[in-house]
């Protein structure tokens, strides 16, 4: 007789009832844990309102509710999705492309814990030894400590200038670059602060950020900055932290150039808001630290070496290469640290980011690169039964790396790890225990479960997915000839080596000859006779007074899906579109004014054979019917 099941062991599904977030339609359905669910659908079927907006984002609400209030008030607040009934939730990791963080001190070395792995390394190996771990870190600075120190005991000690390694470099602080700011862009040396002398984004005249200035006593806000004193200049641009009191609140002072050091240059340029990067970008000068060529660490940490080689050198290294570094070590007294971080190692160069390197700062990283470095975390991760949420994990992937990342996600799986996918491709949606197919169109046509079941059911099902399942694309037999193309000379970012490549272009900008079709094309409009004018038309040649009207082309604004008219909506296109809509009608403007009206009148009429009609012409084109006189003046 078999043993009746523990009823622990019977929560084995997530339960999903009554999902409205988004397009969602009453959607119910039950998601099997510790196996590998791959959702399915056209773009905006509903994909991510089910899986992202509805069972991670409520996995995460709850999880945030058993902090305290205190924590909670720094958390973000999430509202609970719209869902009657959500069971069996575990706790959700959401693996997405969003970049991994600012801060320019976060490397992939660091963000993997590999760095940490390989500090603890060279402490055990190095020759010389110059001390812990965190003489190796370049986040880590070398101090110097004088008081009592109390044991666990009870017991006190008295130390003197006792000192504590840390691997930073004392020139960039840990930086890796060192940075020239141009004064002359922070303020106005000719302006008084109180009248918006400094031109740093955010720092306006009447905010708090001016006014710790003003108010501090250190500056004169009404005086021109170009008249303080040397003690005062001094004060205002790098003056130490120092505690005052501004309209009776405590404050922190400190002089304009310390305070954009750390609120702006100490996060990744490529991640900054546009405003700020522009100003960046102007007003700094990077350059590579002299003291420490770039590495980021002190002279002690770049003189111990293991096998010849430093710990700067192994991070600046690819992936590939330190791998296989790693392996050639021979020292049993490390050998689980070293199979750990060879088994760290060797995941990078399973998931395609074999050619990325330990030091590499994570700002740099495209997000298919970032979501894959997230992915390496989580492999090495002790936490099982957890629920694992991954948004489209093989966008970018080369079709050979596409097999290394399924691999990868049926090991989270068989880790006892629920994992759900939101896929597109056939290659990764072959790997899956279960699948949901939602649909059957998107927006307002979608929202709906269309299928649940199987790869080779979906496979006979008749859905949209299900029919497309084998297609794959063909390449073309015939190509355009390209007109010009865009010369790449002397490339050498990240692990380029100094690449030349010339990218065919189907039209040249810079050709005079293709500006000139441009100018044609933008210049030319056709009737709906199918009579072609051009600004030296001054009527058509055939359908004499007939209602001639812009050619149909798709609009360059973002928000506006409308033809390019001459109309009210179209006046949100840019300025380019709306010269080039403006010129054909300019050129059917004659300069007689309408019957009946003033000679001032600026609403002209269109000239056509003699005995045609008079007719004005109005932002929606020739206006019907015929008006003797102008209705738009008094």
């Known amino acids: 007789m078999a043993a009746a099941q523990h009823p622990a062991d019977m929560h084995d599904m997530i339960r999903v009832q009554g999902a409205r977030e988004n397009n969602l339609r009453d959607v119910s359905l039950d998601i099997p844990k510790r196996r590998l669910t791959?959702?399915?659908?056209?773009?905006?079927?509903?994909?991510?309102?089910?899986?992202?907006?509805?069972?991670?984002?409520?996995s995460q609400r709850m999880i945030n509710e058993t902090y305290s209030a205190f924590v909670q008030g720094f958390m973000p607040s999430l509202a609970r999705p719209d869902v009657d009934v959500l069971e069996g939730l575990t706790t959700a990791i959401i693996v997405d492309?969003?970049?991994?963080?600012?801060?320019?001190?976060?490397?992939?070395?660091?963000?993997?814990?590999?760095?940490?792995?390989?500090?603890?390394?060279?402490?055990?190996?190095?020759?010389?030894?110059?001390?812990?771990?965190?003489?190796f870190s370049f986040n880590v600075p070398t101090t110097r400590v004088s008081g009592e120190r109390t044991s666990s005991t009870g017991e006190t000690v008295t130390i003197e200038n006792e000192i504590y390694l840390g691997g930073m470099c004392p020139r960039c602080?840990?930086?890796?670059?060192?940075?020239?700011?141009?004064?002359?862009?922070?303020?106005?040396?000719?302006?008084?602060?109180?009248?918006?002398?400094i031109t740093v984004p955010g720092y306006t005249a009447d905010g708090w950020m001016v006014r710790i200035f003003t108010e501090s006593g250190f500056v004169?806000?009404?005086?021109?900055?170009?008249?303080?004193?040397?003690?005062?200049?001094?004060?205002?641009?790098?003056?130490?932290?120092?505690?005052?009191?501004?309209?009776?609140?405590?404050?922190?002072?400190?002089?304009?150039?310390?305070?954009?050091?750390?609120?702006?240059?100490?996060k990744d340029v490529d991640a900054m808001q546009p405003h700020i990067r522009a100003f960046v970008e102007r007003a700094v000068t990077f350059?590579?630290?002299?003291?420490?060529?770039?590495?980021?660490?002190?002279?002690?940490?770049?003189?111990?070496?293991?096998?010849?080689?430093?710990?700067?050198?192994?991070?600046?290294?690819?992936?590939?290469?330190?791998?296989?570094?790693?392996?050639?070590?021979?020292?049993?007294?490390?050998?689980?640290?070293?199979?750990?971080?060879?088994?760290?190692?060797?995941?990078?160069?399973?998931?395609?980011?074999?050619?990325?390197?330990?030091?590499?700062?994570?700002?740099?990283?495209?997000?298919?690169?970032?979501?894959r470095t997230?992915?390496?975390?989580?492999?090495?991760?002790?936490?099982?039964?957890?629920?694992?949420?991954?948004?489209?994990?093989?966008?970018?992937?080369?079709?050979?790396?596409?097999?290394?990342?399924?691999?990868?996600?049926?090991?989270?799986?068989?880790?006892?790890?629920?994992?759900?996918?939101?896929?597109?491709?056939?290659?990764?949606?072959?790997?899956?225990?279960?699948v949901v197919d939602l649909g059957p169109r998107a927006g307002t046509a979608g929202g709906e479960i269309v299928f649940e079941g199987t790869v080779a059911q979906l496979r006979g099902s008749g859905t949209l997915t299900g029919r497309h399942l084998d297609d794959r694309v063909t390449l073309k037999t015939t190509v355009r000839t390209p007109s010009g193309a865009i010369e790449v000379r002397g490339a050498s970012s990240?692990?380029?080596?100094?690449?030349?490549?010339?990218?065919?272009?189907?039209?040249?900008?810079?050709?005079?000859?293709?500006?000139?079709?441009?100018?044609?094309?933008?210049?030319?409009?056709?009737?709906?006779?199918?009579?072609?004018?051009?600004p030296s038309t001054r009527a058509p040649s055939a359908a004499r007074g007939a209602a001639i009207r812009l050619p149909t082309r798709a609009c360059s604004s973002r928000s506006a899906r409308h033809s390019r008219r001459p109309t009210a909506s179209s006046r949100r296109c840019s300025a380019r579109t709306r010269r080039a809509r403006a010129r054909p009608a300019r050129a059917l403007a004659s300069s007689t004014p309408i019957s009946g009206c003033s000679p001032r009148c600026r609403h002209r009429a269109k000239t056509a054979?003699?005995?045609?009609?008079?007719?004005?012409?109005?932002?929606?084109?020739?206006?019907?019917p015929p008006s003797p006189t102008c209705s738009r003046c008094p």
């Open 287 to 371: 350059t590579a630290c002299p003291e420490c060529e770039g590495t980021r660490l002190s002279e002690a940490a770049r003189s111990s070496r293991i096998d010849g080689v430093s710990i700067a050198e192994a991070c600046a290294m690819q992936i590939s290469d330190l791998a296989i570094w790693v392996r050639a070590i021979d020292a049993p007294g490390v050998g689980p640290l070293l199979t750990t971080l060879q088994g760290a190692l060797d995941s990078f160069v399973e998931i395609g980011l074999g050619y990325l390197s330990l030091n590499r700062p994570v700002g740099t990283l495209s997000g298919g690169e970032a979501q």
């Open 374 to 434: 997230k992915m390496i975390r989580h492999l090495g991760s002790s936490l099982t039964d957890v629920t694992y949420v991954f948004d489209e994990p093989t966008v970018g992937l080369h079709p050979h790396d596409i097999q290394r990342m399924n691999e990868l996600l049926k090991r989270l799986r068989d880790k006892g790890n629920t994992v759900l996918v939101v896929e597109h491709k056939p290659e990764a949606i072959a790997i899956a225990d279960h």
């Open 494 to 534: 990240h692990n380029l080596e100094a690449v030349d490549v010339d990218v065919p272009s189907a039209s040249s900008l810079s050709s005079p000859a293709s500006r000139a079709r441009a100018r044609a094309r933008s210049s030319t409009a056709r009737s709906p006779e199918g009579t072609e004018w051009s």
């Open 97 to 135: 492309q969003e970049r991994m963080g600012a801060n320019s001190r976060s490397t992939v070395g660091t963000a993997t814990d590999a760095n940490a792995l390989l500090r603890v390394l060279f402490s055990r190996l190095g020759d010389p030894q110059i001390g812990p771990p965190n003489a």
């Open 173 to 197: 602080e840990g930086m890796g670059a060192v940075n020239d700011i141009d004064l002359a862009e922070l303020y106005e040396a000719s302006t008084a602060i109180n009248d918006g002398a």
């Open 38 to 58: 791959v959702f399915t659908g056209v773009s905006g079927s509903g994909k991510s309102s089910l899986v992202f907006a509805t069972i991670a984002a409520e």
């Open 609 to 624: 054979a003699a005995g045609a009609s008079r007719r004005p012409f109005s932002s929606t084109g020739w206006a019907q």
């Open 220 to 266: 004169d806000g009404t005086l021109p900055i170009r008249d303080f004193s040397p003690e005062m200049l001094q004060d205002f641009l790098y003056k130490e932290p120092t505690k005052v009191k501004v309209s009776g609140i405590n404050m922190t002072y400190e002089g304009l150039v310390p305070r954009i050091q750390k609120s702006m240059l100490s």
